[in-house]
């Protein structure tokens, strides 16, 4: 069984580039290229893509207003942005909206087939480098700011959190804590329906936003 994937940018050369690389793995296969939102929200339905790998910046349709559309309405296909160096304050606000990550335009197609198939899976794979410009960009913007009635976790949850911040799998965190990575599943849950989001990448930004660790 093949992944299909949709490739949405604005600019043919990344896309062809990006076919290319995935053309070399039998796991996936790029049913349709769009070059801005409005054209891949149209191709959506017809695809039916098991991920999307989405630009920020595009003519017509901007990826976060693609984002902001496939929410409300209840579009739940997997995510990942395709983005620069320069994008700090649209990475925080993508994830915000529920992107399950980032790639950089020239990744490494290892970690571009890492990326893909840890976003299909469920288990989001955060990469370090991302996570820390996320923490560097929210932290100036709430140097001082706590509110944990918004975001109510235990102390736990709060070093789990941390942990998958820094680009830790559950089973990694598992075996750190001395504990079972069903029992990491279970926390991450409380902690999504606590914060009131459904992803790693979402649960990491808002729990930034209220100030509840920094990256040490």
Known sequence: M???VLIVD?????????????ETNDLFQVIGEANNGKVALEMIDVTKPDIILLDLNMPVMSGLDTLKIMNKQGITIPVIILTTYNEDELMVTGIELGAKGFLLKDTSRENLFRTLESAIRGDTLLQPEFMEKLLKFKEKKSNNYTNTKTAPLTEKEILI???????FKSREIAFDMGIAERTVKAHLTNIYNKLGV?????AVAIAIDHGLFRLV
């Open 198 to 202: 459904n992803s790693r990448a979402e």
């Open 10 to 22: 604005d600019h043919l050369v990344v896309r062809e580039g990006v076919k290319l690389i995935l």
């Open 2 to 4: 093949k992944y299909k």
């Open 161 to 167: 959190l941390q942990a998958v911040a820094k680009g």
